[in-house]
Structures are given as C-alpha cells and as structure tokens.
C-alpha cells in the first residue's frame, strides 16, 4: 500500500454530502461540475470553500467568473450527479435550471443553494482552493444525497441524534 492509497482509504471513511457547483463562462453558457470537497469555513462573515482539480474544464470559467452557486441534492437526485461528473455530454441540456435573479444556474428542486462572491484563490498541489461569501441562501426541507466509497444514497434509517 503506498501513502497515496492510505490517504485516498482514510478519505472513504469520511463520507459526505453531494453538491454542483455552478457559474456561467465567458459566452453565458452554464457550466457546472458535481464536487464533494465543499465545507464550510467561517460564520462571521458567511465563507464557505471547495477545490476544483487543475485538469477540470471548467476550471478557466470559475477563475474567470466572479461569483459561483453551490447546489447542494436532495437525497432524490444522484442522477445529478453523475450527470455532472460525466464527460462529453450536454449537462444543463439534460437537467431542470433556471438563472437566479443574481445570474447564476441554479439547478431545480435541490436541497439547499448558497450563491457566493469568490473572495479567495488558493492553489494546493494538483487544485484550486476557492472560497466564496455567501450573499443568498434557499433552503428546502428535502433530505441530501450523501457520498461515501463511490457510492452515493440517502441517511439510514439507523442514524442517531447526538445528545
Ligand atoms: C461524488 C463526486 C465528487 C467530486 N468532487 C470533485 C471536487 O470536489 N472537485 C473536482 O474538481 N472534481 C470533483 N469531482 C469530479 C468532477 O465532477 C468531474 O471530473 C467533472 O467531469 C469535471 O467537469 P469538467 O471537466 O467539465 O470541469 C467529483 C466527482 C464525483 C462523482
């Protein structure tokens, strides 16, 4: 086992919600790609961050554009995300969208959207660190999908409230 393998094992134990990140290029095409390095960063001014890999093709768009949409799925829609994550194929062509009053894609029936302003590039090895403040957020009541090993599904019925 190399280091690489260990770290990429250690990662599958930590499993996590399923998001697409959204913006528009330089033409206002929607682009988007499916991420699960979201996190939260700061409360006080409202900051979250995801990375985007150096061989993504969209990355030229989101450090081109200004602001980006997180949308986080609902527990419904892990067609979503392989849609995004697959290539060579007409994303926002096959999926329900529609532009925010702020002019972001925001993807239809999710279960959250913070749309931000970038504030901040970082490069890390092989990604791009961006954070965004977050200036609006909708929120439903819908359930999110989560990811874990590569699969991706809903909260099990045996899921325990901390006390
Ligand atoms: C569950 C899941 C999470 C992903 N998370 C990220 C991520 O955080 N950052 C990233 O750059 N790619 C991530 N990817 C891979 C991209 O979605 C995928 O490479 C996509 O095709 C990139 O789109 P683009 O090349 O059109 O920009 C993820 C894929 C999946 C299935």
Redesign the pocket.
């Known amino acids: 086992m190399t280091q690489q393998d260990d770290f990429k094992k250690a990662l599958g134990n930590y499993p996590t919600g399923?998001t697409v990140v959204t913006t528009f290029d330089k033409e206002n095409n929607p682009?988007g790609?499916?991420?699960?390095?979201?996190a939260s960063v700061s409360l006080d001014p409202l900051l979250i961050l995801?990375?985007?890999?150096k061989?993504?093709?969209?990355?030229s768009d989101f450090t081109y554009s200004k602001k980006f949409a997180v949308n986080i799925l609902a527990s419904d829609q892990d067609k979503l995300?392989?849609l995004?994550?697959?290539?060579e194929i007409d994303r926002f062509g096959q999926c329900e969208w529609k532009r925010s009053d702020d002019d972001l894609p925001i993807l239809e029936n999710v279960a959250s959207v913070l749309e931000c302003e970038k504030v901040q590039e970082i490069e890390a090895g092989d990604?791009i660190i961006l954070i965004g403040q977050v200036y609006k957020v909708v929120n439903t009541d819908k359930a999110p999908l989560l990811?874990h090993k590569r699969n991706?599904g809903r909260i099990p019925k045996t899921f325990y409230q901390i006390i």
């Open positions: 399923v682009v790609l499916t991420v699960n390095s979201f995801w990375s985007i890999d061989r993504a093709k969209s990355l995300c392989f995004f994550s697959s290539k990604h990811y991706v």
